[in-house]
């Protein structure tokens, strides 16, 4: 069984950082991705970021510039997110992609006061 847990959110002023964190437990292959979704209240989950386990990395429109996704280990993916906006608060989720089944954090909240 697979778990995937987030840290990392929270309340950032407009221009601020935030890292995102997140580790994957329980049965990881070795071909797999992960990545970063967001979602507002009201819309659907966006992408942010991802990245495969041979780290090939693909960004949002939103993303791109300013988000930096990395592969810390095998299990583990951050996202740096500089230059934050109002625009950027949501709930984000960590996705873990492997043999065609998508699982998902439980989200962290972000919120870019203006």
């Known amino acids: 069984q697979v778990q995937v847990v987030e840290s990392g959110g929270g309340l950032v002023q407009a221009g601020g950082s935030l890292r995102l964190s997140c580790i994957v437990s329980g049965d990881i292959f070795s071909d797999n991705s992960m990545g970063w979704y967001r979602q507002t209240l009201g819309n659907q989950r966006e992408l942010v970021a991802r990245?495969?386990?041979?780290?090939?990395a693909l960004y949002g429109d939103s993303a791109k510039g300013r988000f930096t996704i990395s592969r810390d280990s095998p299990n583990t993916v951050s996202l740096q997110m500089n230059s934050l906006t109002p625009d950027d608060t949501a709930v984000y989720y960590c996705?873990?992609?492997?043999?065609?089944?998508?699982?998902w954090g439980q989200g962290t909240q972000v919120t870019v006061s203006s």
């Open positions: 996705n873990f992609y492997v043999h065609f089944r998508n699982y």
């Open positions: 990245i495969t386990s041979s780290g090939g």
